[in-house]
């Protein structure tokens, strides 16, 4: 048994070498795109695609359950786009608050009749409504049964869509007023390669708006909140930017993602039973064109044009953390015949095996690595010495990190104001790996636990508590 032990303690330390050089090569590849991001981001500027008559249309779609407190901020975000050609289509999901009539109040809708543009199957259709107010004419409200599936709403939005490129939200979000012109660059600069683009996300908790547009980005005030802001910041400086330039990118945010509308209606739409549809669509859309043969490229932004409610309780975070890892295991599950499959390009041979060994495997990594340490502790003696110069130079090198990923998104965005904000976003760094990371370690593990034993679980309630207008 002791042989078995130090066995396993070999392969953790190797296990936790690698990863941490993937990390830091993560982490340079990350801060080589974001140069590069930045010297070439001009290609089309902002105010020539404001003006031009020949944009590419969007199609923003947007699922909404019992989302009364955020629903007309939400709107009011989404209609104040810098873009010239685009549509709102909000998929009202079967709410059973309030949702549906303040949307007919606050923007004055009548039924109409409404031709599909595409017959993705889903869910019986009430009605299509759009506003009498000539103000609200990018407006467009489906209202549909709920099956208890965002994925189901997500294909009637885009059933009734009418541009080839689409944008799928989160209702609860507020973009950034230039979202659609930053997203659909991409789309513009390699229009036969591009299919699809996403950006940061970052929290509104404790943020100002006004008018659906924010004023003033501020650090949460909430102790739960501040530490997810920590991790999108890490997640989407590092992780993301890194896997997109080496176009390895498996999840495009179901926050915020832009679609070419014909990959997703080739494959099908949304996949109803898949807790992470954003994961599921972007890696079948890749095995659908790995089959073709087809060119294809997934960019990701290293732009902050999404601000979404985190929790800010235990419970309900955990809900969310649980539906994401088993999302994951789910996904990777489904599609494991992808995997080290060289018919399916880096797909197959870099994401998937980089998603099952350092996305998936570390919860599972750090648990057995527990699980060792008390072993040694009680039947074999545990080297204390040894453990605290590992534990020490894990530490440091993880929160080294994390503080480069604010100093980056600091130098550039400058999202937090003033000492105060900045003090507290560093000590939160420190105390992290005490505090938010065993939750999350604790997360992912239920969700495992929840798949492999077929366990259902609910997604969970989330009060919103709304966004704080600003008296600007």
Known sequence: METLVKQIEVGLAIYALIYLALYLIQAL?????????FLYNDFFHKSILIRSNNSRGISIIAPAYNEGKTIVSNILSLLSQEYPKYEIVIVNDGSSDNTMEQLIEKFELIKIDHETNSDIPTAAIFGYYRSKNPIYYK?????KANIRSKSDALNAGINASKYDLIVCVDVDCILRNDSLATLVKPFLKEPDKVIATGAAIRLSNSSEFKHGTIVTSKYPKNWLARFQELE???????GRMALSKLNGLLLVSGALGMFDKKRVIEVGGYHIGFLGEDLELITRIRKHLHEKKTKFKIVYLPESLCWTEGPTDIKTFINQRVRWARGLAQNLYHHRDMFFNPKYGRTGLLAFPYFLLFEFALPIIELLGLLVILADLFFFGLDVYFLFLVSLTTYLV?????????????LIYKQFQGIKDMVSIIAMVLIEPFIYHPLLIYSCLKGYYNFFLNKEKKWGVMERTGFTESTL
Do not use: E, G, H, W
């Open 232 to 238: 999108y910041i890490r997640s989407f400086r590092y």
């Open 29 to 37: 590849l990350s801060i080589a795109a974001i140069n590069k991001y």
């Open 139 to 143: 407006l467009l409200v489906v209202d």
């Open 398 to 410: 993880f929160t080294t990190f994390t503080l480069i990923s604010i100093y980056i998104d600091q």
